[in-house]
């Protein structure tokens, strides 16, 4: 009886040690999912987030280490870069988080209106960092990045989403956000899995500012905010944490120091026949400030013009996308200009696919440093001349 109770007793242990492994091997596959940053489907197959929805104007035609500084880590820790000593920095412009919590979070994307009857932009100036480039027909579309998503003031107007947007969105590891697309850039959302949020399906996370649209027209009359995009980055359902290895966008001067080149205090950049920009620099500011259409961008909510401490101006080859109107930048690497300081030096530069970040570098072939501060880059045609005045 005794040797039949041990041997029952065994045998309700192993049981129990069985349906524990059972347990611990679910949950552990559990949280993988979780972290891996897919996505969820409802019944019906469709992501929760991010969905490519109908786009609402779709277009249907158509390793050298720099010796002076030390670059903010993915989660923007550095003790260099001319701040205090283990400060929590931007890792897109270098200077210290307002908000010490968004430390390792994810950046946001924006795409932007920049057409003339949509002029002029809110809250744009706020950002951190600005891409711009010739997307169809001449105009230009502007990709408004934050390092946090809750630093987000009333922005707008929001438009839809290119495709080479998704590629410079994805070297930051940025989250793209934007109101309808074209097909290209919904093909793209699709065969790269691409963490986006297509506002036409989330109402609370938008509005239609009511006197642009009487004003400006319906579709370049949206606005959002990091208030209401917040609640989104708080629903559980994508990553919202960088990925592990993701750098910052520049290595970051630990003291302000000028291009090396010559003078550049006034610049013209054709982007096309439509969209000429223009960048004037302030000594005193020690910053550009940016026009177009023969006059300064302004943003509503300053009244101030669009400022940057560094311009990138990345030259490269853009044509037709798939014989439509739409236009594609080869992205693979090219030559280009760093400005700051009033100065501009030639330099070199290289991307890839899609995951890949932007690489700066300078003529002897070491890795650019660029100053703290906000950033413009800029991908122009080959064939368009840039004028560079002193």
């Known amino acids: 009886m005794r040797k039949t109770a041990v041997r029952n007793c065994k045998t309700t242990v192993n049981l129990l040690s069985l349906i524990l492994a059972g347990l611990i091997g679910l949950y552990l596959l559990g949280a993988s999912a979780c972290q891996s940053g897919n996505l969820e489907s409802d019944a019906s197959g469709s992501p929760t987030l991010m969905t490519t929805a109908a786009p609402t104007d779709a277009v249907t035609s158509a390793t050298t280490e720099p010796a002076d500084t030390t670059a903010a880590s993915s989660s923007g820790i550095s003790t260099e870069t001319g701040a205090a000593p283990g400060a929590l920095l931007n890792p897109l412009t270098g200077e210290p988080l307002l908000r010490p919590e968004s430390a390792g979070q994810r950046p946001v994307a924006v795409m932007i209106n920049n057409i003339k009857k949509a002029l002029p932009q809110i ?23 934050f390092a946090d998503v809750a630093a987000i003031p009333e922005l707008g107007s929001i438009r839809s989403a290119r495709h080479n947007y998704i590629d410079y969105a994805g070297g930051l590891d940025a989250v793209l956000v934007h109101i309808g697309a074209s097909y290209a850039a919904v093909e793209q959302f699709a065969s790269q899995d691409a963490t986006h949020i297509e506002l036409g399906n989330y109402p609370a996370a938008y509005w239609r500012d009511a006197a642009w649209q009487k004003e400006r027209g319906k579709e370049h009359s949206v606005k959002t905010s990091g208030e209401k995009l917040t609640a989104l980055w708080a629903d559980g359902s994508f990553r919202t944490t960088l990925r592990d290895g993701q750098k910052p966008a520049f290595r970051f001067n630990g003291d302000f120091q000028a291009a090396a080149g010559s003078d550049a205090n006034q610049i013209t950049v054709p982007y096309s026949n439509y969209v000429t920009a223009t960048f004037t620099y302030n000594a005193e500011r020690r910053q550009y400030a940016k026009g177009e259409f023969g006059a300064a961008q302004i943003d509503q909510a300053t009244g101030e013009p669009l400022r940057f401490t ?9 044509s037709s996308y798939e014989g439509t109107i739409l236009r594609n930048a080869d992205l693979s690497g090219g030559q280009g200009f760093y400005l700051s300081g009033g100065r501009y030096q030639p330099i070199t530069w290289r991307k890839g696919a899609a995951a890949d970040p932007f690489v700066f570098t300078r003529a002897d072939g070491s890795e650019l440093t660029v100053n703290t501060g906000k950033s413009y880059i800029g991908i122009i045609s080959s064939s368009r001349a840039i004028r560079f005045d002193s």
Do not use: H, K, P, W
Request: no cysteine; hydrophobic share 50%.
């Open 310 to 318: 560094n311009v990138f101006l990345l030259q490269t080859t853009i």
């Open 123 to 145: 809250g744009v100036s706020q950002a951190d960092l600005i891409y711009e480039m010739e997307v169809e027909g001449g105009i230009t579309r502007l990709m408004a990045v």
